[in-house]
């Protein structure tokens, strides 16, 4: 299986901030390496694919990047609405791995 | 748009099996990968498996022993079998519908259903 591991785990960020989460895959992934945020008590949501392109509908304050084994996502001028859980996930191979989560936090 | 909905007991005995069913309505089933994730209380997420519309399917290894996941095209639903539940099976179960073989995400989910392991 490949490994994703996130860091940091938790941060804590003002709205206004610009936020760094990185991934990182136990081997390369190519760029198959999605991103999801999660608000409590609610599923998922899909936010970037193809470790930079933006899914349809989220905000371009969002953003990917990275290729092989390190990926970034980068949440410009942080909005209250974006405190969540984000994970990385990829989908290079089977069994599709998620990484353990950032929590994004107010400060 | 596409909407999914899990179904299913929400409370499970140890050594029994659970069964689950995910309603997808607004789109279609066919010519899709369909998945089915979850996730302990205040945990992290793990992908469980996937069906093809054909009926194709790729579990992971960690469970693969235990799980079974089919799709009923005439219904537009897709089911999930764990069987010899234990208490670390306890997890909100998500379905969602898989575009990773395009390249992309699972695009979709249910809002998830809490299964708990409890005699």
């Known amino acids: 299986d490949i490994q994703m591991t996130q860091s940091p785990s938790s941060l804590s960020a003002s709205v206004g901030d610009t936020v760094t989460i990185t991934c990182r895959a136990s081997?390369?992934?190519?760029?198959?390496l999605n991103w999801y945020q999660q608000k409590p008590g609610k599923a998922p949501e899909f936010l970037i694919y193809?470790?930079?392109s933006l899914q349809s509908g989220v905000p371009s304050r969002f953003s990917g990047s990275g290729s092989g084994t390190d990926f970034t996502l980068t949440i410009s001028s942080l909005q209250p609405e974006d405190f969540a859980t984000y994970y990385c996930?990829?989908?290079?191979?089977?069994?599709?791995?998620f990484g353990q989560g950032t929590k994004v936090e107010i400060k | 748009q596409v909407q999914l909905q899990e179904s299913g007991p929400g409370l499970v005995k140890p050594a029994e099996t659970l069964f689950l069913t995910c309603t997808v309505s607004?789109?279609?089933?066919?010519?899709?990968?369909w998945s089915w994730i979850r996730q302990p209380p205040g945990k992290g997420l793990e992908w469980i498996g996937y069906?093809?519309?054909?009926?194709?399917?790729n579990y992971n290894p960690s469970l693969k022993s235990r799980v079974a996941i089919s799709v009923d095209t005439s219904k537009n639903q897709f089911s999930l079998m764990l069987n010899s539940m234990t208490a670390a099976d306890t997890a909100i179960y998500y379905c969602?519908?898989?575009?990773?073989?395009?390249?992309?995400?699972?695009?979709?989910w249910g809002q998830g259903t809490l299964v708990t392991v409890s005699s």
């Open positions: 969602a519908r898989d575009t990773a073989a395009a390249g992309k995400g699972f695009d979709y």
């Open positions: 607004g789109g279609a089933i066919k010519n899709y990968y």
């Open positions: 069906v093809y519309y054909s009926g194709v399917t």
């Open positions: 081997q390369s992934i190519s760029s198959y």
């Open positions: 193809a470790a930079s």
């Open positions: 996930q990829q989908i290079h191979s089977t069994p599709r791995t």
